[in-house]
C-alpha cells in the first residue's frame, strides 16, 4: 500500500482539488492512504483566529467569517448546492463555534490546538467529498482516535504502542474497500482533546501511517520537482536530488529544509520505507526519492537559509567564566521554554544561541535568563547553513552582510549574519 500526502500549496483552491483527483486516479491499481494538510493559508489564518479569541480582540468574527468563506467558495466552485459536504463542513466548524461564543478559560496552547485542527478537519472533508464526486471511492476517517499523543498542546509527542494498536486493527481491512483521507499534523489525547503535533507537522503523519501499515513508500506531493540544493525562491542556479539518503535527509531538516518536517524520516528509516518527494503538477516526474543505500556526491552544496533569527548572548552576572554548570543551567532553561536552540557558542564570558523568532515563547526565556544572567540580543538576523561547501561558498554567501557568528565543521558551516 502507499501513503500519499498532499500539502496546504497543492489543496489551495478548487484546481488544486481537481488536480489532487487526477493525481489520485493514476494509482487506482493500489491502496492509498490519504493524508491532507489545511488549504492553502489556513493555519496561519486560524492562528490568527486563536490568539484573537484568547486576547478577545475586537476581529474575532472577521477573521473567522473570512476563513468560512474562503472554503465555502472553494466548495460552491466544486459541488452542487445540495451537496452533503456543505453539511458536514459546516458542522466542523460548529467544533470552534462553541468555543468562541464563551471566554477562554484554558491555556493558549490548549486552545490554538482546538481552533488550529479545523484546518485539516474541514479540508479532508472536502478531499474526500471531491474524491467521491470524481468516481475514486474515498472514505474519511478521523484521525484523532489513530494517532494517539499526550497532552503536550502545539507539540504533542506520539504514543507509538497504542498508535500502531489502533491503525493496524482496522485500517488494512479498510483499506481494500476504498482510499482512506485523513488529516496531517493532528492527534488525540486519551482524554480525546485534538492536539497537534507541531507545524508543518502532516509529513509526520504520512510516515507514522506508512510505519504503522508497513507501507511499500510514502510520496508528499510538492509545488517542487523534488528535493533541490537550495530553495529555489531565492537562488537560480538549483540543482534536484534523484535520491538522498535518509541520514543527509534528517541534516538538512534538522537545519531547517522545509522541505519535510524533521520527524519524518527516522520512524520511515527505521521501517526501511523510501520517501519520495514528486511535484503535484507533473505527477509522472521521478521527484526524489530518500531511501537506503545512497551515496550522495555533492557537485553543489546544501544552503539553508533560515529567517527571523536572535542571537542572544548569555553571560555570568559577575563576569566569571561561563562554566559547565552554568550551561548545564542555561540549556535546562531553554528546554523548559521551549526554545529550540539552532547553533551554540561558548567562549570564555559568554554564551552564544542562535534561536528562531517566537515572541510567545522567547519573552518568557528573557525573562527567566534576565534573573541570573545578563543577556544581551540581536534580532532580525539570518542564519545561513551550507552543506559540503566549497572553498568559496561562505565567501559568497556572506557578501556584504555582517558575521556575528561562524562555525565550521567538516561537513558543515553555520554563519548568523545581519
Ligand atoms: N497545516 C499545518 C501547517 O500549516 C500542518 C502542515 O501543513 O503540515 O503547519
Ligand atoms: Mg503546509
Known amino acids: 500500500m502507499l501513503v500519499f500526502k498532499f500539502g496546504g500549496a497543492s489543496v489551495k483552491d478548487a484546481a488544486g482539488m481537481i488536480n489532487l483527483a487526477k493525481v489520485v486516479s493514476l494509482y487506482q491499481d493500489q491502496q492509498l492512504l490519504i493524508v491532507v494538510s489545511a488549504m492553502g493559508k489556513t493555519t496561519n489564518a486560524l492562528e490568527k483566529l486563536a490568539k484573537a479569541y484568547f486576547d478577545q480582540s475586537d476581529d474575532i468574527q472577521d477573521i473567522y467569517e473570512s476563513i468560512k468563506r474562503y472554503h465555502y467558495d472553494i466548495i460552491a466552485e466544486l459541488f452542487d448546492s445540495s451537496a452533503s459536504v456543505f453539511d458536514d463542513v459546516a458542522n466542523t466548524f460548529v467544533e470552534i463555534d462553541w468555543m468562541l461564543e464563551d471566554e477562554p478559560q484554558d491555556s493558549y496552547d490548549f486552545i490554538y490546538d482546538q481552533i488550529v485542527s479545523v484546518g485539516e478537519l474541514v479540508s479532508t472533508r472536502i478531499v474526500a467529498a471531491y474524491l467521491n464526486k470524481a468516481g475514486l471511492k474515498a472514505q474519511w476517517l478521523d484521525v484523532r482516535g489513530y494517532i494517539h499523543t499526550d497532552n503536550k498542546y502545539r507539540e504533542a509527542n506520539v ?9 493496524t486493527l482496522s485500517i488494512p481491512e479498510q483499506l481494500t474497500q476504498s482510499i482512506i483521507v485523513t488529516q496531517g499534523f493532528l492527534g488525540g489525547t486519551s482524554e480525546n482533546f485534538t492536539t497537534t503535533l507541531g507545524r508543518e507537522g502532516s509529513d509526520y503523519t504520512a510516515s507514522i501511517f506508512a510505519s504503522c501499515l508497513n507501507a511499500d513508500s510514502v510520496t508528499t ?30 541534516e538538512m531538516t534538522y537545519y531547517g529544509a522545509t522541505v519535510i518536517h524533521p520527524k519524518t524520516i527516522k520512524p520511515l528509516k ?3 520505507i523510501p520517501l519520495l518527494v514528486k511535484p503535484f503538477g507533473d505527477p509522472t516526474q521521478p521527484g526524489t526519492v530518500i531511501k537506503e543505500g545512497v551515496t550522495n556526491v555533492f557537485k553543489k552544496p546544501v544552503i539553508i537559509i533560515k529567517n527571523n533569527q536572535v542571537l542572544l548572548s ?20 531553554f528546554a523548559k521554554s521551549h526554545v529550540k536552540i539552532n547553533v551554540m557558542q561558548t567562549s570564555a564570558l559568554s554564551f552564544s544561541v542562535c534561536v528562531d ?3 510567545e515563547y522567547l519573552d518568557k526565556l528573557l ?4 534573573s541570573s544572567y545578563k543577556v544581551k540580543y540581536n534580532s532580525d538576523l539570518t542564519l545561513i547553513t ?3 561547501y566549497l572553498h568559496d561558498t561562505i565567501k559568497n554567501l556572506t557578501i556584504g552582510k555582517t558575521t556575528l557568528l561562524e562555525q565550521i565543521s567538516r561537513n558543515t558551516a553555520q554563519v548568523v549574519v545581519k
Request: aromatic share 12%; proline share 4%.
Open 221 to 250: 506531493w510538492k509545488d517542487v520537482p523534488g528535493i533541490l540544493n537550495a530553495d529555489p525562491k531565492l537562488f537560480d542556479d538549483t540543482v534536484k536530488f534523484d535520491e538522498l539518503s535518509y541520514n543527509e535527509a534528517i
Open 159 to 167: 504514543q507509538w504502542d497504542k498508535t500502531r494498536e489502533s491503525i
Open 270 to 272: 527505521n521501517a526501511g
Open 386 to 388: 551550507v552543506r559540503h
Open 357 to 359: 523568532y517566537t515572541p
Open 367 to 370: 525573562k527567566n535568563l534576565n
Open 314 to 333: 548569555i553571560s555570568t552576572s559577575d563576569y566569571s567564566f561561563v562554566s559547565e554548570d552554568h550551561l548545564s543551567d542555561i540549556i535546562g532553561r
